[in-house]
């Protein structure tokens, strides 16, 4: 099957999902990605799909730079056991990013609750939360609308249950 902005996709008998072939990613530093969609064939409107890749393909690292403030929260609930480890202190979001290590398949799924947008979710490795990790959520591929250590949602709204949350891209636990 073709899908417009990833050329022909293979089905993977076992999730359902497709995947690209390996093509680069300007937002997560060049790096080649498989594009893997969920629930694609069953959706009614695939060219809300098209739209968020379109726009994901586009997006520039100076995407992720607005979500800076958001990294730097992220950093400092974790970064009591950072320091623990014998780390130096990590004093700018420009650090933090040089820390992140972007996953190779960037999900493109729509939302099962609230806005039922189509988000590309990544899942990252990060030095300072290295259980956890990274998850970054791009709404309709266009911004960062979520970020902090992997849970799979990809709202905080959905992830709390609080609509009070829609635009928030971290909630700290502090």
């Not at 493109?108 to 609750?113: D, K, L, M, Q, T």
């Amino acid at each position: 099957m073709e899908v417009p902005g990833l050329g022909v996709v293979e089905k993977d008998e076992s999730t359902d999902w497709y995947f690209s072939e390996p093509i680069v990613i300007s937002v997560l530093d060049d790096q080649e990605c498989e594009v893997v969609l969920e629930c694609y064939d069953e959706d009614e409107c695939k060219e809300d799909f098209h739209v968020a890749i379109a726009n994901f393909l586009a997006a520039t690292p100076a995407v992720l730079r607005e979500a800076d403030e958001a990294l730097f929260t992220y950093y400092k609930d974790y970064e009591q056991y950072w320091l623990e480890e014998g780390n130096a202190p990590i004093t700018t979001a420009e650090e933090l990013w040089q820390r992140v290590r972007f996953g190779a398949e960037p999900m493109v799924s729509r939302g099962a609750h609230g806005d039922e947008a189509v988000y590309v979710s990544v899942e990252c490795g990060c030095d300072w939360e290295v259980e956890h990790g990274l998850q970054i959520v791009f709404k309709n591929g266009l911004k960062v609308n979520k970020l902090g250590p992997f849970d799979g949602h990809l709202t905080n709204v959905n992830a709390y249950d609080d609509e009070s949350l829609g635009d928030v891209i971290y909630r700290s636990y502090r």
